[in-house]
C-alpha cells in the first residue's frame, strides 16, 4: 500500500531500453491520491477492522460470514459499526466511506412483476464459501415502491453506509436496467432521502 504514494522503491534497470528517470522507480502510471481511494471487500468483522486500521474504506457487499446468527441486515450494521470505530481509533485524518450492495426491484409494471414478483417474499439465505465457515447471504428487496420503502428504511445496514450499490442483472440488457435504475430513482429514492 505505502508503494501507491508515488515514492521510489525499485532499483532501474541497468541495461534499459530507454533511458530512466534518475533514483529509485515508482510505480506507473502514477495516480495521485490512489493510496486514500483504496476499498476492501470485507467478508467478517475482523477484515473489515483490519481493513479500518489500514486506511481502506469498507464495500460490504450482499454476503458475510454468519458471525451470529442474527438478519443479514443486522450483522453487516455490527461490521460497519466495529469498522468506523476502529478507523476512528486509528486516528486517520481523513473521513471514511462505507458501502453496502443491495438488489432493489422496484416492481412498477408487469415485466418487473413477471421478472422478479417471485422474490418479494425474500429472505436471507446460508451457504459455504469456504468449507468451514458459513456465509449469510442477503436478500433481494423487491416490491411495490410503498412496500419497498418501507423495508429499506427498516434495513440497518443500509441506514449505517454513505454509499448503496445497486446489484442489477447483467443479461436483460441495456433498457430494461435503465429501467430498473430510473424506477429506484423515481419511485424509491426520494421517500428515503437517498441522492
Request: proline share 6%; glycine share 8%.
Amino acid at each position: 500500500m505505502d508503494k501507491l504514494k508515488g515514492e521510489g522503491f525499485a532499483e532501474p534497470n541497468p541495461y534499459p531500453m530507454f533511458p530512466n528517470p534518475p533514483g529509485l522507480l515508482r510505480i506507473e502510471p502514477h495516480s495521485e491520491g490512489l493510496r486514500e481511494r483504496i476499498w476492501w471487500g470485507a467478508a467478517s468483522n475482523a477484515t473489515a477492522v483490519w481493513a479500518a486500521e489500514n486506511g481502506m474504506h469498507l464495500q460490504s457487499s450482499t454476503l458475510k460470514y454468519d458471525e451470529n446468527g442474527k438478519p443479514f441486515h443486522v450483522q453487516q450494521a455490527e461490521q460497519i459499526r466495529l469498522y468506523k470505530e476502529a478507523w476512528k481509533n486509528a486516528g486517520h485524518q481523513r473521513e471514511a466511506r462505507v458501502s453496502v450492495s443491495r438488489s432493489i426491484f422496484a416492481l412498477v409494471n408487469e415485466q418487473d412483476r413477471y421478472y422478479f414478483g417471485g422474490q418479494a417474499k425474500g429472505n436471507d439465505s446460508f451457504g459455504y464459501i469456504e468449507q468451514d465457515k458459513r456465509a449469510i447471504f442477503g436478500k433481494s428487496y423487491a416490491a411495490e415502491p410503498d412496500k419497498l420503502i418501507e423495508e429499506l428504511a427498516q434495513d440497518e445496514a443500509i441506514q449505517e453506509a454513505d454509499t448503496l450499490l445497486l446489484t442489477i442483472p447483467n443479461t436483460i440488457g441495456v433498457d430494461y436496467n435503465i429501467h430498473i435504475l430510473s424506477s429506484i430513482l423515481e419511485h424509491v429514492a426520494p421517500a428515503l432521502g437517498w441522492r
